[in-house]
């Protein structure tokens, strides 16, 4: 084997091939150095190599750890070193080397003699991961967006108090949208009220500051343009609105609350650093703007139709009356809006088995449990109803035909594992779903034939399933 590599050291081209493969060798007792072609296209000089010039070309914030593992092998601790580090050329570029070697051999002192090791430029895979660790990082943002979202749309949907809803959205806006302090004023004959904030140490005390009389202020232009607005400074601009109450607190980022083409207030986000909020917190602060409208809305529906007496009184859903009369005032959205309108009947299995075997109470409180399981998972927007005895009714606005089903499918799957006290059987329901995305319906009557139709289809095909008069979607069939 010995004369086997002795041949191969002395054929032609043989160290040459070598160093093109990154390898190269330094003999520091005769101070003679064999660089590769790394080493030889950086513009770095045999003498470079051998007397560890290299350890000055490092980077700054490489240069100590690279530095402290040479010292071990240097210091004969360690006869192997590996490291990945940036190195500059002479012509100031940096580039990413992976480096391995080995001490082959000491002197009697214990120093190195000859290290062997091998370099291989990384720059490009460093570039890659770089790139990619910035792609799963937006991913990251963007998801914590939409979960955040999401989060938001089931406290509009699961708080009837606009002044918790308010609190609640706000904290998880804080995720999305970092700010020192926040708040939320209602917009009523000319009039800011302040209803909800976030990071004031006394809301009270400073209602007028937050909320001034209508005038030239940042929030009276954006109720007036409806759009966003961000100030570097605000007291630069608007000197007047700054107190001792607010002074710490320049930054500003203003969002129109609209609901239906409606002005219902203004979320403004504060913050101490001056310039702090950018264009891009802009999309996400609207989108949390989105569910404060939808929650200042239905608190003002809420309120209306409690007073009218369009609630179940044993349910608490809205009634049947209420759903048309909400129903007239949706349909004629979508001639200026290109979301869908959806709907979903659900009818309560073998409800009449429940009340003969068990009562009337237990049936009753099976309604009562299956209407809060519905409104704890649907949006506030959305118009949930006792449509007559144990079927319900939910207008769901803004929705397209697969999100529809797979609310559906996740009532159904809730309930199917839901445990009543009371009984001692499984409680399910069969549902119906209609779309304006298929039927382009013209109104609420003839979504509600669709998914009524929808609704026996599930009833013929055994019950305790979703349906569409186009057939089930199949992939929402387990439950969520």
């Known amino acids: 084997m010995s004369d086997l590599f002795t041949n191969f050291m002395h054929t032609p081209g043989f160290q040459a091939t070598l160093a093109k493969a990154g390898f190269f060798i330094k003999d520091y007792s005769n101070s003679v150095a064999q660089p590769n072609q790394y080493w030889n296209e950086a513009g770095y000089t ?7 010039a290299w350890i000055e070309f490092l980077h700054p914030e490489d240069k100590g750890r690279v530095s402290r593992l040479w010292a071990k092998v240097l210091s004969g601790q360690q006869d192997f070193f590996e490291a990945e580090y940036r190195i500059r050329d002479p012509m100031g570029h940096w580039h990413w080397m992976q480096n391995r070697g080995f001490v082959i051999s000491r002197t009697a002192e214990n120093k190195v003699a000859i290290y062997l090791g091998v370099d291989n430029e990384i720059t490009n895979l460093k570039e890659e991961l770089y790139n990619l660790n910035l792609t799963m990082q937006d991913m ?14 089931t406290l509009v949907s699961s708080v009837l108090e606009v002044d918790k809803t308010v609190k609640m959205i706000l904290e998880q806006a804080h995720q999305v949208v970092p700010f020192d302090t926040s708040a939320v004023c209602r917009y009523t004959d000319g009039r800011l009220d302040i209803i909800g904030g976030l990071g004031w140490e006394d809301l009270e005390k400073i209602k007028a500051d937050i909320c001034p009389p209508e005038g030239e202020t940042p929030h009276f232009r954006v109720i007036q343009e409806q759009v966003p607005m961000i100030l570097e400074d605000l007291g630069e601009r608007y000197g007047d609105m700054i107190n001792k109450n607010t002074k710490e607190f320049p930054a500003w980022l203003g969002v129109p609350l ?25 999309w996400p602060a609207m989108a949390f703007a989105d569910n404060v409208a939808v929650a200042l809305a239905n608190a003002r529906i809420y309120s209306d139709t409690k007073q009218e007496a369009h609630t179940d009184s044993l349910t608490g859903l809205f009634t049947r009356r209420f759903l048309f009369a909400r129903g007239k005032d949706f349909f004629p959205r979508r001639n200026f809006q290109s979301s869908f309108i959806s709907l979903i009947m659900m009818d309560i299995d073998h409800f009449k088995r429940v009340n ?43 929705t397209d035909k697969k999100t529809a089903l797979f609310i559906a499918n996740r009532i159904r799957g809730l309930l199917e594992k839901h445990k009543f006290p009371e009984l001692t059987i499984q409680v399910t329901s069969s549902f119906g779903v209609s779309s304006t995305e298929d ?3 013209e109104t609420l009557e003839e979504l509600l034939e669709e998914a009524d139709k929808a609704l026996y289809l599930a009833k013929e095909k055994g019950r305790n399933r979703v349906e569409t008069i186009t057939g089930p979607y199949k992939l929402l069939q387990e439950t969520p």
């Open 140 to 153: 990251e943002q963007r998801y914590l967006q939409s979960e955040t979202l999401r989060v938001a749309g």
């Open 46 to 52: 045999p003498s470079d190599l051998i007397d560890d």
């Open 439 to 441: 039927h382009p319906s």
């Open 356 to 398: 003969d075997t068990f009562g009337h109470h237990a049936g009753d409180v099976v309604l009562k449990e299956v209407a809060a399981l519905c409104r704890n998972t649907l949006r506030k927007s959305d118009v949930c109803c006792r449509y007559g005895g144990e079927e319900i009714a939910v207008l769901l606005p803004e």
């Open 258 to 282: 609209i609901f239906q083409r409606n002005m219902l207030g203004i979320l403004e986000f504060r913050s101490r650093t001056p310039g702090f909020f950018q264009n891009d917190q802009i």
